[in-house]
């Protein structure tokens, strides 16, 4: 990685290597999106051993993401009070704790506890994190292939989540794949302050009001759609919660056009391609959710694998990310983000839409190696030029913001996507005909998962085309306060 010759701002002390500070960032980044997905293989386990519901199981997830997107824009506001990196460390130091106190769990409500401490340790260091990779490096090229490879991380993190909680649960336990975030957090909170700069600090003020109707209005909308697969969409409490939702999201977007510094400062959504690539960032994990969830649980319940050959079976999808992900830094100033984000999102679809022929007959690589290697393609080609069209265009006393409204976009649609496929899993198993296997029963639910999923897929081609078509240089483009035609 090129050195970075920034200067430090008044009263901070500059980073004597900044590569270091980017590994540390760009390790970060990785052990919370890895947490994401490492508990998916090792669901299963965790059902039998804490005795969760087949709908409650879904909230081992979604407790995370939702608090984790949820007080996001929140944690970003704060960096930019407080000071970036004392909230990274803080933070890295929050989920670390969070973390080790899970492994502990020894029932499905501390688990579920210990989950939210870690998305709030998350939402901590998560805005952070990506604000202070584009302070840490200032050439407009590196930047662009820092951006690029943090949004490897995020991508690929997905996949080797999901590998990693393979060898863990099969090696160790489930518990394992809490525990391992311990030496990485203390690594991290230990080096970032020496190595990862503080930049300067921006007067701000923290919206309470903004912060509270947000959290509450996603977490409204995900209850209402767990509670709706589990209860039936005649449920009162389902349709309450649904309502009260839409109305704080709506009273959130009301306050944020109104405050002097809003969470979410609502220019940065006028920008056209900013707006494509904020929102294929909250359409994307809804696509992919369905696939992590379902397809971990398919491999041990119905094909009989076991967990580390379940998290080895994802390698086909983890190498297509991490291919185009180092490709696209190449190719993103040459094409521009459009080919590069229409071709990613058609290769999703198709993986997707071969999934929803999945049954109990299927085998591996008749059936199952192919779409994961499509969606791994698809994956990174069509979600790793979003970082840099995002973060490479806004002022740098905004950075947080971005990537607060960036990353809240991304929890947010895994948590409402896990909830709205787990809604229609429950839908479609709910009365099953007298007689029919209970792996017949989950096949059904989970194809009519993926129907839904590349639905979504073919939402997320549709955005991409409204990409400009033709764009300078990426590179050279950083530099400038936006991206022109």
Not at 7 to 28: E, H, K, M, N, Y
């Amino acid at each position: 990685m090129t050195r970075s010759t920034l200067p430090a701002p008044p009263g901070t002390r500059a980073a004597p290597r900044p590569g270091l500070a980017l590994a540390v960032l760009l390790t970060c980044q990785l052990m919370f999106i890895l947490d994401a997905t490492v508990m998916n293989v090792a669901l299963p386990r965790i059902r039998a051993d804490l005795g969760f519901s087949q709908p409650g199981l879904s909230w081992v997830m979604s407790s995370y993401t939702l608090v984790f997107g949820g007080l996001l824009l929140l944690g970003g506001r704060a960096g930019d009070l407080l000071g970036r990196r004392r909230m990274f460390v803080v933070g890295v130091t929050v989920f670390t704790v969070a973390s080790f106190a899970g492994g502990f769990a020894n029932s499905a409500e501390f688990l579920i506890i210990s989950r939210v401490a870690q998305g709030i340790g998350a939402a901590m260091a998560g805005p952070s994190t990506l604000a202070l990779v584009t302070t840490t490096v200032s050439s407009p090229a590196a930047r662009v292939r820092a951006l690029a490879l943090f949004s490897a991380m995020a991508s690929g993190g997905f996949a080797i989540g999901l590998i990693l909680g393979g060898l863990l649960t099969e090696w160790f336990s489930w518990r394992a794949v809490l525990f391992i975030n311990v030496p990485f957090g203390v690594a991290i909170a230990t080096l970032a302050p020496r190595f990862v700069r503080e930049p300067e600090r921006v007067p701000a003020k923290l919206d309470l009001p903004g912060a509270v109707t947000a959290t509450l209005g996603v977490g409204s909308l995900v209850y209402g759609f767990i509670r709706a697969g589990d209860a039936g969409w005649g449920d009162t409490f389902a349709r309450f919660a649904l309502g009260a939702g839409v109305v704080l999201i709506a009273a959130f977007l009301l306050i944020e056009r109104r405050t002097a510094q809003p969470l979410m400062p609502l220019h940065l959504f006028t920008d056209r391609d900013r707006v494509a690539a904020y929102a294929n960032f909250f359409l994307g994990p809804i696509a992919m959710m369905s696939m992590f969830f379902y397809l971990t649980q398919f491999l041990q319940l119905v094909l009989k694998l076991a967990p580390l050959t379940t998290g080895f079976a994802f390698l086909p999808m983890a190498a297509g990310i991490f291919g185009m992900s180092r490709a696209v830094p190449k190719l993103l100033p040459r094409f521009g983000p459009k080919p590069l984000a229409v071709t990613g999102s058609a290769l999703m679809v198709a993986g997707l839409v071969l999934l929803t022929q999945v049954d109990t007959a299927s085998a591996y690589f008749g059936s199952l190696f192919v779409p994961l290697l499509l969606m791994g393609l698809g994956g990174g080609m069509a979600f790793s030029p979003l970082n840099v069209v995002i973060m490479s265009t806004v002022r740098s006393e905004e950075a947080g913001a971005a990537g607060g409204a960036l990353q809240t976009m991304q929890q947010s649609g895994a948590a409402l996507g896990l909830a709205v496929l787990a809604t229609v899993f429950g839908s479609a198993t709910r009365d099953p005909a007298p007689g029919t296997a209970p792996a017949d029963v989950f096949v059904t639910g989970m194809t009519h998962a993926y129907v839904v999923s590349a639905i979504v897929a073919a939402a997320i081609l549709l955005v991409a085309l409204t990409f400009r078509t033709k764009r300078r240089d990426t590179a050279t483009a950083s530099a400038q306060p936006a991206l022109v035609e």
